[in-house]
C-alpha cells in the first residue's frame, strides 16, 4: 500500500499578496509564485509546514458562511504569542479547552482561520 508523505492545503484568497503578506507576518517564507505582479498562485513554507495559497472570486460566499480553519502544533503557544506580537499582531489570547489543548486563533482578510496549540492532556 502506498503511502502519504505529507498534505499541502491550499488556502483559497481573494487577494493572494494580501495572504502572502499575512502569512510572512506569521512566519513563513514564499517559495514560489506563479507571478510577480499579479500573483493567483504561491507557496509558503515554515518549519516543516507546506501551505498553498490560490487565488479565488470569494464573493459569493455569505458573509457567514463558514470558512476553513487550519490547526498548527507548536511547541510553545505563549512563545508564538511573543513572536507575533513582535510582527505587530495584537491582542491575541491564548485559553485552554476543556479537551485539554492550549491555543489562539487569528483569521485572515478571508476569514479563513490559524488555530495554534499545544495539547496539555
Known amino acids: 500500500m502506498a503511502s502519504i508523505q505529507s498534505v499541502h492545503p491550499v488556502i483559497m484568497s481573494s ?5 502572502l503578506d499575512f502569512l510572512s507576518q506569521l512566519g513563513f517564507t514564499v517559495e514560489f509564485r506563479d ?3 499579479d500573483t493567483k498562485y504561491a507557496g509558503v513554507t515554515r518549519d516543516s509546514v507546506e501551505l498553498h495559497i490560490q487565488w479565488n472570486d470569494l464573493s459569493g460566499i455569505p458573509p457567514m458562511a463558514d470558512r476553513p480553519t487550519l490547526r498548527f502544533v507548536v511547541d510553545s503557544v505563549d512563545d508564538m504569542v511573543e513572536e507575533l506580537e513582535s510582527e505587530g499582531f495584537s491582542g491575541i489570547e491564548p485559553f485552554a479547552t476543556p479537551w485539554g489543548t492550549y491555543e489562539f486563533h487569528l483569521q485572515d482578510h478571508d476569514r479563513n482561520g490559524y488555530q495554534f496549540y499545544v495539547d496539555r492532556s
Open 15 to 19: 487577494d493572494v499578496g494580501k495572504t
Open 35 to 37: 507571478n510577480l505582479t
